[in-house]
């Protein structure tokens, strides 16, 4: 599993990221654009919530299995979340979690 784990962290950081990219050749680098675009309808809000909610409940969980003795710090994934996505995150941190 773990060399799965690493082939999803891959993909899950580059495929985001081709979608951004387009984004950015059409808007550029304009932050308050790209914040309002997640939620320019229904349809991309609800995904937008669902994936903010789904993070947010990842950051929760790996606090309170650092708080059980689990090695890994929580800050480091954190940061993959907000840079790259939960895409990337999760699967690095099951990756890190395999023995």
Not at 13 to 29: K, R, W
Request: glycine share 8%.
């Amino acid at each position: 599993m773990k060399k799965l784990y690493l082939i999803m962290a891959i993909l899950g950081a580059i495929i985001p990221y081709l979608f951004f990219f387009q984004f950015f050749q059409v808007e550029g680098i304009n932050l308050p654009v790209f914040v309002s675009s997640l939620f320019v309808n229904g349809a991309a809000g609800g995904f937008s919530a669902d994936l903010l909610f789904t993070s947010f409940v990842f950051w929760i969980f790996m606090y309170n299995q650092a708080s059980k003795g689990n090695s890994l710090k929580p800050p480091i994934f954190i940061l993959l979340n907000l840079s790259i996505g939960l895409s990337c995150a999760l699967p690095a941190y099951l990756y890190a979690r395999e023995k």
